[in-house]
């Protein structure tokens, strides 16, 4: 795929399209970049989840001369058994070891898991349990670093009980719902940074 002057090879569908969100937005799907710098992974599709802000996401990172892959998870919608609190249509939220696998081939994450908070900072402390890689989270409702250092998530502020770090957040990012130019360019700007700092070393001891 040609994205700007720069050629970027992105395989992106594992089978045939099905339900909300089309060909990429399909359970199981890696869309495989050129180099393994960055991956955004994706709630499992659905009626209330569809990954289209992923993707525009990627599509932009893309254009800005960023390596970005996109895994769409198998069991990305619900919670984490550990979660205090139910939800996701009574299923639980989990990460296949090929998902760690290929993931944990990458040097930056970009996650996006929906918009209640109570379901998604349990959702982060998962996937940074299991992922020893710096993270980025995109999401609807405001939060903060903070929010995630209470229930043990390490970020660059406070070494946690997680193995990944979570480096960056961006908030305003609705699911459904196309991204805002603004939110975009503050998207570029994060990822670009974190991989700066990854390339110094900042995040290696922690």
Same mark, same amino acid.
């Given at each position: 795929?040609?994205?700007?002057?720069?050629?970027?090879?992105?395989?992106?569908? &594992? *089978?045939?399209?099905? @339900?909300?969100?089309?060909?990429? %937005?399909?359970? #199981? =799907?890696?869309?495989? +970049?050129?180099?393994?710098?960055?991956?955004?992974?994706?709630?499992?599709?659905?009626?209330?989840?569809?990954?289209?802000?992923?993707?525009?996401?990627?599509?932009?990172?893309?254009? &800005? *001369?960023?390596?970005? @892959?996109?895994?769409?998870?198998? %069991?990305?919608? #619900? =919670?984490?058994?550990? +979660?205090?609190?139910?939800?996701?249509?009574?299923?639980?939220?989990?990460?296949?070891?090929?998902?760690?696998?290929?993931?944990?081939?990458?040097?930056?994450?970009?996650?996006?898991?929906?918009?209640?908070?109570?379901?998604?900072?349990?959702?982060?402390?998962?996937?940074?349990?299991?992922?020893?890689?710096?993270?980025?989270?995109?999401?609807?409702?405001?939060?903060?670093?903070?929010?995630?250092?209470?229930?043990?998530?390490?970020?660059?502020?406070?070494?946690?009980?997680?193995?990944?770090?979570?480096?960056?957040?961006?908030?305003?990012?609705?699911?459904?719902?196309?991204?805002?130019?603004?939110?975009?360019?503050?998207?570029?700007?994060?990822?670009?940074?974190?991989?700066?700092?990854?390339?110094?070393?900042?995040?290696?001891?922690?």
């Amino acid at each position: 795929m040609a994205v700007g002057r720069d050629t970027q090879l992105v395989a992106c569908r &594992k *089978g045939q399209a099905l @339900g909300l969100g089309g060909g990429i %937005a399909q359970r #199981g =799907t890696f869309a495989k +970049a050129w180099r393994n710098d960055v991956i955004a992974a994706a709630m499992s599709p659905g009626p209330r989840h569809v990954p289209k802000p992923v993707c525009e996401v990627t599509t932009e990172l893309r254009d &800005k *001369g960023v390596n970005i @892959g996109e895994i769409i998870l198998n %069991a990305g919608d #619900g =919670t984490p058994v550990d +979660a205090p609190s139910g939800g996701g249509h009574g299923v639980a939220f989990g990460l296949l070891p090929s998902e760690v696998e290929t993931i944990g081939r990458h040097k930056l994450l970009i996650e996006h898991h929906g918009n209640v908070r109570e379901h998604f900072i349990y959702k982060v402390r998962f996937v940074l349990r299991k992922v020893k890689i710096p993270s980025i989270v995109l999401c609807q409702c405001p939060v903060v670093l903070e929010d995630f250092e209470a229930i043990g998530v390490s970020t660059r502020n406070k070494k946690g009980e997680t193995q990944g770090v979570l480096v960056d957040l961006v908030t305003g990012i609705v699911r459904r719902e196309s991204v805002p130019q603004q939110k975009l360019d503050e998207i570029v700007s994060k990822v670009k940074k974190a991989l700066r700092e990854i390339e110094e070393g900042k995040f290696t001891d922690m």
